[in-house]
């Protein structure tokens, strides 16, 4: 985690789950104390065939101890089979009985973490997004379970290109209702493989349709996750500037780094 | 007679990128492909070796039944479920028999998305390669209207997902200062140490400051070395300070407490930068003659505190926390930083380091409170190399019986892939090979820890065995 980024201009941080063990939790106390800290946890699969990685689970509530984060965001699919680390989210084939094994999931981490639960979406190649059936899915899932959605703006712009949908289905009711927070950060190549890629600055576009849903949704926070952006403490403070004109709403930086 | 279903021509082949080692009577299986090792315990490592010996399925199943006591249908249960997960994972082919036990959709979609073998006969013929995995007739059907297109492209994603993790590297502040006060300055103070194979000359702004972080490396102390150093210069940048090289980001530090952490972090970065090793172990390493002791553990679990026990018991200290390996001997440097004691370690060994107490206190970046021991006795010169004898994997455990038992090498190699052990370059046959030629001449044990005198009283006889 770079050194300056506790005095950076931001009024929340969030922090990947592997960083968050390794800091430990006398020193994310010590951040949590200054502003809030929300803790992103995609080594959670919360949709994989076997429960949730108990190890993993174990020992970020252990470096929570004390620490009362504000959120936890988790990808709503999976990394993991019994057999292979996938080594990214990869998406749910949504069924009545994966929502509720979903469902169950999600309590569970919320009760061991004792804080809210976000569920975030994820750029990726399955025909769930041009159909709808996602977004139908997402919100099963965040009205059964009382999570909260983590849109990431960037992924739901790449899937619209790559899968030829209009991502503003995304920011109106009731999807929008259900965003407590927005993710901003850059992309690389062109539909329909263009990917989100932490490298690249915020583009305006993503920054427009993030107003758009700034607009409508019950934000809580907008969270840049950008390598680009946290290269430095300068880069960090044009992009924030820069979502604050647009987004106008709440701001963090998130370290994607492990210790 | 077999039950239906096998067919006596049903020969599978192992993939030519997949190579098994045997590791006593257990396998390490590598499949250069796919980037990873299994370890294969004694029934699935004979499964592969009647494999690689070409018999058919009846004939494993039947071979597997008579080995390990079992009845045909549960060999047959085991033998095919092992041989359809080997062939999922694109490390056998030609799986010819039926019979396995389906598998769920999700683990289906792990197998076509990391083998693209197999999402190759899923492009040429979806229908039969999904229930041939296999999967139930509903799961098929999903599976099939994916179609391979989706699986190709999310595979790519994938693929350019792990590029990006290997590629992503520390934050750096490169694009702009760290401070309006950082700048070039005299220091005050220089000295220079020994490191492996590195000089690094430490420049400090001040005395004060000299006087703070020397002490940790002064039995490293090298007045000279035979190329240029590399620098880390600890400058003031009021308030605070900034710890910097030219080989690795500018860290700004505002407080004293936490500067000395800083300066070691950055002291060993730089020194196993320019290391060529093999592998890398988190452990703590001690020698006993000319053979090194192993202990492998997780941060916290007290290796660093029996480190310190034994190396006041005798033992030549090495490490508290890294044993690299060299090629081709496997044999290990030391590495001999200060031993960072945390405050509850340090009450534990205030009775053998009456002076431990007057040691200063630091900060390290996770808030923990250490103190940095000398390492005690005649530290072995920089360029020793001796091979590693004994690897010992501590526990402690309050309440239990200190203990010392054998632990079977294929069991030790899995505990060290899984928690402790790096290897920096692609894995591949004659690595691998070497890696499990090296367990093989080890000693393998697990330390059961409540006592420290007992603990070090066990390690020493076992060190005086050999």
Redesign the interface.
Known sequence: ????IEGADITCLEVDAPLAV???S??LR?LSARRPLGVRASVLSV???APVDERQLAALAEALDGVRPAWVVVPLG?S?????L???P?PV?PAPQVLDVVVGRVGGIRRRLGCPVLLENF?????TLADGSEREFFCGVCRESGAGMALDVTALLVNARNHDFDPTSWVRAPTADLVYQIRLGGYRGAA??Q?D???EPVASDVLALAAAVAARAPLRAVVVSS?HA??????CAATIAQVRSTVAARDACS???S? | MLAPGFGVSAVARVAADAHLFVLDDCGVLLSEGRQELYVLNAPAAFVWCRVEDGADADAIVRGYADTFGVSVADARRTVVDLLYRWQGLGLLDGVGVGGATPIDLLTALGRLLTTPSLRGRFAEAPGETARHLPLPAGDAARLVRLGPGVLDAQAWLLEQRRGAARGRGPHSDAAGPVDPCAGPARPAVVRRYRLLDSSIELRCSSTEIAALIGPLFAHLASPSGPEAPLVVEVADASPGWVVRSPDLPSLHCPDRTELAPLVKSAVRRLALARHRYFVQIHAAVLAAGDRCLVLPAAAGSGKTTLAAALAQAGLSYFSDEYALLEQPTMAVRPVPLPLTVKSGAADVLASRFPRLAELPVHRREDDQLVRYLPPPGVLPSPDTRFPIAWVVFPRFEPGRTTSLSALGRALALERLLEHSLVLPQALDRDAVGALVRWMRGVECFELILDDLDSAVQRIMMLCATR
Not at chain 1, 1 to 4: A, F, N, Y
Not at chain 1, 80 to 84: K, L, N, Q, W
Not at chain 1, 123 to 127: E, I, L, Q, T
Request: hydrophobic share 50%.
């Open positions: 985690m770079p050194g300056w390794a800091l430990g006398v020193k010590r949709a994989a065939p999976f993991r089979t019994a057999e292979v996938l080594g990214a990869m084939l750029v990726h190649f399955f025909p329909p493989r990917l890629d932490a490298a390598d946290l290269a430095s403490r300068t880069r370290p994607r780094d210790a």
